[in-house]
C-alpha cells in the first residue's frame, strides 16, 4: 500500500479460525447467537479477550461451517455478465452442497449389483444427476478498510480460496506466489488505494521415512487395482497365428454433401480380394438411414453418423511371394429417395481401405453415369429412372475383369458430390511382437505389414517407381532411332 506503508503478516493452518472485527463484535453479544456454532464462536471469543484480544487485525478465516461459505458458494455465477439468468441445471446445482455425508460403511464396501436402475426415484435423479464428491472449503479473507474503520463488510475481499475433495486433491486459487510478483487489489473510490499481498507454503517437509512409507503404500494400492482389473479382464486373450494379419475397422459414414436431391442414403460394401477372410457372423455389406439434408454454408450436407464394424483376416499363403498384398475395397452408392418412394443414383465411389493403423478421416468424391439429350434428364426427374451400374465393382476394376486393359471409352459420366468416412483401424498380428524381426531385415509381406509405418512409403516409393518407368519407356518409343543409336555409340 502506497500510503501509510502497513504491513501484516499471519500463518494459518488448515481451518483455524481466525475472526474478523465484523464477527468479534457481532459474537460478544450473547442475545445475536442463535445457532450452536455462534454460542461456539461467543465463548471463543470470550477466551480471546481475556487472552489480551486477537493478533490479527486485517487477515482473518471463513472455515468450511460458516455462514459466509454457504452464501458464496450459491452466489457463483456462470459467465461474466451483469445479465446473467441462471439456468434450469444452475439453480439446480447451487442447492447441493458437496460436504462430506454420513453413509454407512457396509454401504460403501458392497459391490453394486444393480448396474441400471430402470425406474429412479426423484431422490435418486437428485443425488445422482450432479457430481456430488465431497470438498471442504476455507477462504482466507482480508479487511482492506480504512484504519479505524475496520469491521465493514463491504470491504471484506477473498485473498485466497483453498479447497479439499475426498481424493485428496488441494485446490489453492490464487496459488502460491513464488517467483511470481504479490497479487494486487485496486479499490474503488476517491484514493485508489492499491493492496499488493503474497502467498507462500510454509508447510513442515516430510521426512525420508515418512515419504517412502506412502510411497509403498501407492504401490500396494495400484498392485491390488491392476490385479482387480486383470481379474475382470480375464488372460484368455485371441491371440492370431502365425503369417496371420487381423484388422479392425470401427467405421463411420459421417456425412454426404453437395448432391441433387434431398433425402439421401448409403449403400456399401466391402471387397475382399484373394489371402483374405472374414468370420461368418461378419456382415459385409449395409445401408444407413435416409437422411434429409440441412444447408451448410453453400452446400446441402445430409449427416449419417452411421457406424459400422469390419474384421477381417489376412493369411499370407506362400512365404516366399514378395508381392505387397491387396487391401479390402469398400464401395459404396449415394441413393434419394422421393415421397413417391422412387429411388435415383446420385453417385458412386471407392476407398482403400487404410493400411496404416490409427484414425483416418476420408471425403471421397464420387460421379454418376449420365445419358446424352434431354429425355434422359426427364426421365430421371419425373419417373426416377437413371442409368445404373450393373456391377458396383465397376467403379475400380472389377474382380470378374481378366484381361490386360480396361477401356472405359464411351462412358460417360459427371461428379456429383462427396462422402465422408471416419475410419478408426486397429492390426493384431505376431509379427508385431518379435522384437527379434525388428533387429533384422524384413523377410516377408507380413514382417514389412508388421512395420505398418512402412506400408504406406512402400506403396508410394513403388507407384512413383513405375510412373517415372512408364515415363521413360514413353520419352525413349518418342525419340527417332538414329538418335538413340548414335547416343548408345558415344556411351
Given at each position: 500500500?502506497?500510503?501509510?506503508?502497513e504491513e501484516e503478516e499471519a500463518e494459518v493452518g488448515w481451518q483455524e479460525?481466525?475472526?474478523?472485527?465484523?464477527?468479534?463484535?457481532?459474537?460478544?453479544?450473547?442475545?445475536?447467537?442463535?445457532?450452536?456454532?455462534?454460542?461456539?464462536?461467543?465463548?471463543?471469543?470470550?477466551?480471546?479477550?481475556?487472552?489480551?484480544?486477537?493478533?490479527?487485525?486485517?487477515?482473518?478465516?471463513?472455515?468450511?461451517?460458516?455462514?459466509?461459505?454457504?452464501?458464496?458458494?450459491?452466489?457463483?455465477?456462470?459467465?461474466?455478465?451483469?445479465?446473467?439468468?441462471?439456468?434450469?441445471?444452475?439453480?439446480?446445482?447451487?442447492?447441493?452442497?458437496?460436504?462430506?455425508?454420513?453413509?454407512?460403511?457396509?454401504?460403501?464396501?458392497?459391490?453394486?449389483?444393480?448396474?441400471?436402475?430402470?425406474?429412479?426415484?426423484?431422490?435418486?435423479?437428485?443425488?445422482?444427476?450432479?457430481?456430488?464428491?465431497?470438498?471442504?472449503?476455507?477462504?482466507?479473507?482480508?479487511?482492506?478498510?480504512?484504519?479505524?474503520?475496520?469491521?465493514?463488510?463491504?470491504?471484506?475481499?477473498?485473498?485466497?480460496?483453498?479447497?479439499?475433495?475426498?481424493?485428496?486433491?488441494?485446490?489453492?486459487?490464487p496459488d502460491f506466489t513464488g517467483s511470481?510478483?504479490?497479487?494486487?487489489?485496486?479499490?474503488?473510490?476517491?484514493?485508489?488505494?492499491?493492496?499488493?499481498?503474497?502467498?507462500?507454503?510454509?508447510?513442515?517437509?516430510?521426512?525420508?521415512?515418512?515419504?517412502?512409507?506412502?510411497?509403498?503404500?501407492?504401490?500396494?494400492?495400484?498392485?491390488?487395482?491392476?490385479?482387480?482389473?486383470?481379474?475382470?479382464?480375464?488372460?484368455?486373450?485371441?491371440?492370431?497365428?502365425?503369417?496371420?494379419?487381423?484388422?479392425?475397422?470401427?467405421?463411420?459414414?459421417?456425412?454426404?454433401?453437395?448432391?441433387?436431391?434431398?433425402?439421401?442414403?448409403?449403400?456399401?460394401?466391402?471387397?475382399?480380394?484373394?489371402?483374405?477372410?472374414?468370420?461368418?457372423?461378419?456382415?459385409?455389406?449395409?445401408?444407413?438411414?435416409?437422411?434429409?439434408?440441412?444447408?451448410?454454408?453453400?452446400?446441402?450436407?445430409?449427416?449419417?453418423?452411421?457406424?459400422?464394424?469390419?474384421?477381417?483376416?489376412?493369411?499370407?499363403?506362400?512365404?516366399?511371394?514378395?508381392?505387397?498384398?491387396?487391401?479390402?475395397?469398400?464401395?459404396?452408392?449415394?441413393?434419394?429417395?422421393?415421397?413417391?418412394?422412387?429411388?435415383?443414383?446420385?453417385?458412386?465411389?471407392?476407398?482403400?481401405?487404410?493400411?496404416?493403423?490409427?484414425?483416418?478421416?476420408?471425403?471421397?468424391?464420387?460421379?454418376?453415369?449420365?445419358?446424352?439429350?434431354?429425355?434422359?434428364?426427364?426421365?430421371?426427374?419425373?419417373?426416377?429412372?437413371?442409368?445404373?451400374?450393373?456391377?458396383?465393382?465397376?467403379?475400380?476394376?472389377?474382380?470378374?475383369?481378366?484381361?490386360?486393359?480396361?477401356?472405359?471409352?464411351?462412358?460417360?459420366?459427371?461428379?456429383?458430390?462427396?462422402?465422408?468416412?471416419?475410419?478408426?483401424?486397429?492390426?493384431?498380428?505376431?509379427?508385431?511382437?518379435?522384437?527379434?524381426?525388428?533387429?533384422?531385415?524384413?523377410?516377408?509381406?507380413?514382417?514389412?505389414?508388421?512395420?505398418?509405418?512402412?506400408?504406406?512409403?512402400?506403396?508410394?516409393?513403388?507407384?512413383?517407381?513405375?510412373?517415372?518407368?512408364?515415363?521413360?519407356?514413353?520419352?525413349?518409343?518418342?525419340?527417332?532411332?538414329?538418335?538413340?543409336?548414335?547416343?548408345?555409340?558415344?556411351?
Amino acid at each position: 500500500r502506497p500510503s501509510g506503508k502497513e504491513e501484516e503478516e499471519a500463518e494459518v493452518g488448515w481451518q483455524e479460525k481466525l475472526f474478523s472485527q465484523f464477527e468479534v463484535d457481532l459474537y460478544q453479544n450473547a442475545s445475536a447467537c442463535q445457532t450452536p456454532l455462534d454460542r461456539q464462536y461467543h465463548e471463543d471469543i470470550l477466551k480471546l479477550e481475556k487472552a489480551g484480544g486477537r493478533k490479527n487485525c486485517r487477515i482473518f478465516t471463513y472455515t468450511d461451517h460458516d455462514r459466509f461459505t454457504n452464501l458464496e458458494e450459491h452466489r457463483q455465477k456462470v459467465t461474466d455478465s451483469d445479465h446473467e439468468v441462471p439456468s434450469y441445471l444452475a439453480e439446480r446445482m447451487a442447492n447441493v452442497r458437496r460436504r462430506r455425508q454420513d453413509r454407512k460403511p457396509a454401504e460403501s464396501s458392497s459391490v453394486k449389483s444393480k448396474i441400471i436402475t430402470w425406474e429412479p426415484s426423484e431422490e435418486f435423479i437428485k443425488n445422482n444427476h450432479v457430481i456430488n464428491t465431497p470438498v471442504q472449503t476455507m477462504y482466507i479473507m482480508g479487511d482492506l478498510g480504512p484504519y479505524g474503520k475496520l469491521g465493514r463488510r463491504e470491504y471484506e475481499h477473498i485473498l485466497c480460496t483453498i479447497k479439499v475433495d475426498s481424493n485428496g486433491v488441494i485446490t489453492v486459487k490464487p496459488d502460491f506466489t513464488g517467483s511470481k510478483g504479490p497479487y494486487r487489489i485496486e479499490l474503488d473510490g476517491d484514493k485508489r488505494e492499491v493492496w499488493k499481498y503474497t502467498i507462500e507454503n510454509v508447510s513442515v517437509q516430510v521426512q525420508p521415512e515418512e515419504e517412502e512409507r506412502e510411497q509403498r503404500m501407492f504401490r500396494d494400492l495400484y498392485g491390488r487395482h491392476k490385479e482387480y482389473l486383470s481379474g475382470l479382464v480375464g488372460s484368455e486373450f485371441e491371440m492370431t497365428l502365425p503369417g496371420t494379419l487381423r484388422l479392425f475397422v470401427n467405421g463411420e459414414i459421417v456425412s454426404a454433401q453437395g448432391y441433387e436431391y434431398d433425402n439421401l442414403y448409403v449403400h456399401f460394401f466391402v471387397e475382399l480380394p484373394d489371402q483374405w477372410s472374414s468370420p461368418a457372423f461378419q456382415q459385409l455389406s449395409g445401408v444407413t438411414q435416409t437422411c434429409a439434408t440441412k444447408t451448410v454454408g453453400l452446400e446441402n450436407v445430409a449427416y449419417f453418423c452411421y457406424l459400422f464394424t469390419l474384421e477381417m483376416f489376412f493369411t499370407q499363403a506362400d512365404e516366399s511371394e514378395d508381392s505387397l498384398p491387396q487391401w479390402p475395397v469398400l464401395y459404396f452408392e449415394v441413393l434419394s429417395l422421393d415421397s413417391w418412394q422412387r429411388y435415383r443414383v446420385e453417385g458412386y465411389g471407392s476407398l482403400v481401405l487404410p493400411a496404416s493403423p490409427g484414425l483416418h478421416v476420408l471425403t471421397i468424391p464420387t460421379w454418376r453415369p449420365v445419358e446424352q439429350g434431354t429425355v434422359a434428364e426427364l426421365r430421371r426427374f419425373f419417373i426416377g429412372g437413371s442409368l445404373e451400374l450393373e456391377d458396383l465393382t465397376y467403379v475400380r476394376i472389377p474382380s470378374t475383369f481378366k484381361g490386360e486393359r480396361l477401356s472405359r471409352l464411351g462412358f460417360r459420366t459427371e461428379a456429383t458430390g462427396s462422402v465422408t468416412f471416419r475410419l478408426h483401424c486397429l492390426q493384431q498380428s505376431k509379427a508385431f511382437l518379435e522384437t527379434s524381426a525388428l533387429r533384422q531385415r524384413m523377410q516377408s509381406v507380413l514382417d514389412r505389414i508388421g512395420g505398418f509405418s512402412q506400408q504406406s512409403s512402400v506403396y508410394s516409393v513403388l507407384e512413383a517407381f513405375q510412373r517415372a518407368r512408364r515415363r521413360m519407356q514413353e520419352a525413349r518409343e518418342s525419340l527417332p532411332q538414329d538418335l538413340i543409336s548414335t547416343s548408345a555409340s558415344t556411351v
